[in-house]
């Protein structure tokens, strides 16, 4: 994950954030009433885990995994437990 991290260039992660800080959709939380999913790296510094909550009680239907030992980029921290979390979501919704 960390080589990934260093390839990209810094005008692809300004993009990014810039993105990130310009989205969104609090004020539509409580419109979304379908089975969410919502993933947060225990120790993310840049969405830290109290946004994470935020969005799980504000969202119907909404779970939360936490993956202790990961951050930002949980998905490429712990690639095997963010795509079980994944499948075990699925599988509980009979996909």
Known sequence: ?????????????????????????????????????????AEDRMTPLKYSRYLAENIAWAKLEIFDGAGHMLMLEKPDEVNMAVQNFLEGLGW
């Open 1 to 41: 994950g960390e080589q990934y991290i260093l390839q990209v260039p810094p005008e692809v992660w300004y993009a990014d954030f810039t993105a990130c800080n310009n989205f969104d959709i609090l004020s539509d939380l409580l419109r979304i009433n379908i089975p969410t999913l919502v993933l947060c790296g």
